[in-house]
């Protein structure tokens, strides 16, 4: 079974997909700011592994070849398609002799730490179209001089310093033109926004009370959360809460929190300077023991290897 994202409901009525109205609701509890963007041409040397990014990555490739692929899933980068790596998604990334490509890395922000495909974090692909083309070469003309000229190795321009760097760099443009970056972030990600790309589950069988079950774990993620408490706010047995959480996310309710709790830890890591104890009480760890060993169940690091990697 597909995991879905509540986050995107479509209604199929006459054989036209409308979109429910809790769909913008969603959608406009994130703002995605511009990190980088460029075209560049590729070789050999475009070979990485495990790379775990706080960011975004888009793709428009327009000649040559590589690939993107993880453990679950696998896309042959080829001429006139889109490529989405959505934050916090492991990906490797190999070319063989040549590969040219817009690129667009964007980071993404909520006030409840919410995210766009938050259960949906795969590797992305769709068929190109001329308006994709223009809009990948308009924002490169809003922002001139953003792209990674040093380096095209992840390890390195993820760093925390240079993140932090990038973003300070759209509060010195001027209103229209981040407005219309923002936009032209937006258009891009909806190309990935389809029943058939996002693997969205059909949308009436959605459980009303996990769609609040997720959302009420996401905006109180510092708390301790429990399946009981979750099954009493949804007046149901907790038994079958967990079944239908799972029938319906593809997470049991406590793997689930961990994985959010996670999730926002390495958020906090790459964006601010809290300690690590900080951040355990922050997403709801009772402990640092008990924060370090599920931080790394689920990266495969530990905390401060993970810090690390994003730091100078």
């Known amino acids: 079974m597909h995991k879905s994202d509540f986050l995107y409901i479509f209604l199929y009525r006459t054989g036209k997909k409308q979109i429910h109205p809790a769909m913008n609701k969603y959608v406009l509890k994130s703002a995605f700011s511009l990190l980088n963007t460029d075209y560049v041409q590729l070789n050999k040397n475009w070979n990485y592994k495990n790379i775990l990014s706080p960011f975004y990555r888009l793709y428009l490739v327009d000649d040559g070849n590589g690939k993107l692929f993880n453990p679950g899933s696998s896309q042959v980068l080829e001429k006139g398609y889109l490529y989405l790596i959505p934050a916090f998604t492991v990906c490797n990334y190999y070319c063989a002799k040549y590969l040219s490509q817009y690129y667009l890395h964007f980071i993404e922000d909520s006030a409840d730490g919410s995210s766009v495909f938050s259960l949906n ?42 993140l932090q760097g990038f973003r300070e760099l759209n509060n010195l443009m ?86 959010k709790r996670i999730e926002r830890a390495q958020f906090l890591i790459v964006t601010t300077s809290l300690s690590f104890n900080e951040i355990a009480t922050e997403t709801g760890f009772e402990t640092l023991s008990y924060f370090s060993r599920i931080f790394k169940n689920i990266t495969g690091q530990n905390p401060s290897q993970y810090r690390s990697r994003i730091t100078l």
């Open 121 to 162: 974090r795969k590797i992305f692909k769709t068929a190109a179209v001329k308006t994709d083309i223009e809009n990948f070469k308009r924002i490169g003309r809003l922002n001139p001089g953003r792209g990674l000229y040093l380096t095209t190795n992840p390890k390195i321009y993820e760093k925390q310093p240079v």
């Open 174 to 259: 001027p209103a229209a033109a981040n407005m219309e970056t923002q936009g032209i972030i937006l258009q891009l990600l909806s190309r990935f926004l389809t029943p058939g790309n996002f693997e969205m589950n059909n949308p009436m069988d959605f459980h009303s009370k996990i769609s609040a079950a997720v959302d009420f774990i996401q905006r109180n993620l510092q708390l301790p959360i429990t399946v009981t408490n979750l099954a009493e706010r949804a007046n149901q047995n907790p038994d079958y809460f967990s079944r239908i959480f799972h029938q319906h996310t593809g997470y049991r309710p406590l793997a689930y929190i961990q994985f």
